[in-house]
Every structure is written in C-alpha cells, then in structure tokens.
C-alpha cells in the first residue's frame, strides 16, 4: 500500500469505529419540562391532555433509597395486594408502582435486550418496559417521579404512554384522571434502562415522599 494511501484508510477506519461507537451509544436523557412530558408523542389532540405547567419546586427533594442488604442484596420492596382488580404493587400508601411481575416475581421488570423494532425505545441504545404509578381516585396531590441505579452507575428514565425518548422525571398535575379500577385509578409509565441491576424509583408529593425499589432484568 502506498504511503499517500495509508493515511487515508487509517482515517477512513478511525471514523468507522467512532459511528459504530456512536450509534451504540444510549441517546441523552432529556430533562424534565413539566406535566406536558407525559403526553409527547400523542400528537396535538393527545397534548391537550396534559396541561402546561410543572411541580412545586419543593418536591424535587433529594434521592434517598434503603441501604443494601447482606452481601449486598438489592433491597427490593415487598409486593402487596391492594385490589383484587389488579396485580400485587410495591411501595406504601398513598402511591404504589406496578412491575406486572417476570415469572409472577413483582418485584422484578423484565425488558427486552436490545430492544425489539417494534419498540418505541429501538435504535435508542436503551430498551424499555411499562410499569405503573398508582393511587386512590380521590388523590388530588401533584407527584414528581425520578430514580437510579443503586448498584452501580446507570441512568433510569420515563416516558408517558407514546414518548419515544426518556425523561429524567415525570410529573403528574394534581387531580389526574387515569385508569380506574374499583378505588383506585392507574397510570401508565415507560421505564427506560441501559443496563439490568437494582433500581430505585421515588415518588414525592407535597406532603409525603415514598420509594420502591425493584430489579431489572433482561431477557432476549
């Protein structure tokens, strides 16, 4: 090979490795803007649905999760049966989270890796699955959902039931409607992940702040 060339094809490579990396890489999760968040990619009807606006300020408190257990177990929350509606949750009063279980194990969310075409997560570099907030009908707080890895660095993110890029918070207005279910009402979140592990998820309202923590496991 000539020396005029060789340069041009180590070039050439160079840039070929850094697409490939490129195009693996997870796309950045978006901040969170407000209650709009959970209705992006329902279109200009499905907008309507979710007015402007955002959380009190006060409710972006600081993460705080239960420690490890021996050995460092991950300290998933205990799933509880609240209706006979619905699946066991996990968390306490007055907001429960929803896995919809692997294996009947609710304490575990099972996401495809990587994700699948059909996925609204596919080509992102993370994959996704449903989980679900739920409360009592007459709840009538704001709530603000975030969390994180606890076992190692990674990112968590949400998106609302057609969002097609994560968010690093959801948030709710007060007096939603959502799905109802005898007492209850349910929402529906995408859980957005870039690796299987232990994760946190808290919810705060004005006047509580709850945590559910849970596994992620990926299945092929």
């Known amino acids: 090979m000539?020396?005029?060339?060789l340069p041009t094809v180590l070039l050439a490579c160079v840039l070929a490795l850094g697409s490939a990396s490129a195009a693996n890489a997870p796309i950045p999760l978006e901040p969170s803007t407000g209650?709009?968040?959970?209705?992006?990619?329902?279109?200009?009807?499905?907008?309507?649905?979710?007015?402007?606006?955002?959380?009190?300020?006060?409710?972006?408190?600081?993460?705080?999760?239960p420690p490890f257990?021996?050995?460092?177990?991950?300290?998933v929350s205990a799933a509880h049966r609240i209706s006979k509606r619905f699946a066991p949750v996990l968390g306490l009063k007055p907001t429960y989270v929803g896995t919809y279980g692997s294996g009947g194990d609710y304490t575990v969310v099972e996401m495809p890796w990587p994700a699948p075409d059909q996925s609204l997560a596919y080509g992102s570099g993370w994959t996704i699955a449903?989980?679900?907030?739920?409360?009592?009908?007459?709840?009538?707080?704001?709530l603000l959902v975030r969390g994180r890895r606890l076992d190692d660095a990674g990112m968590l993110g949400f998106s609302g039931p057609a969002g097609r890029r994560p968010v690093a918070a959801m948030q709710f207005p007060p007096?939603?409607?959502?799905?109802e279910q005898g007492r209850f009402?349910?929402?529906?979140?995408?859980?957005?992940a870039t690796a299987a592990g232990c994760y946190g998820v808290q919810i705060d309202g004005k006047t509580f702040r709850r945590t559910v923590v849970f596994r992620v496991m990926f299945s092929s």
């Open 2 to 5: 000539s020396r005029v060339l």
């Open 35 to 65: 209650f709009r968040d959970y209705c992006a990619g329902l279109g200009k009807s499905g907008r309507k649905a979710c007015p402007r606006g955002h959380v009190p300020v006060r409710l972006w408190r600081a993460l705080s999760f």
């Open 69 to 75: 257990g021996p050995g460092g177990a991950c300290p």
């Open 130 to 142: 449903k989980i679900l907030v739920v409360m009592r009908k007459d709840f009538r707080q704001p």
């Open 175 to 179: 007096g939603r409607r959502g799905i």
């Open 185 to 192: 009402k349910l929402f529906g979140l995408g859980l957005w």
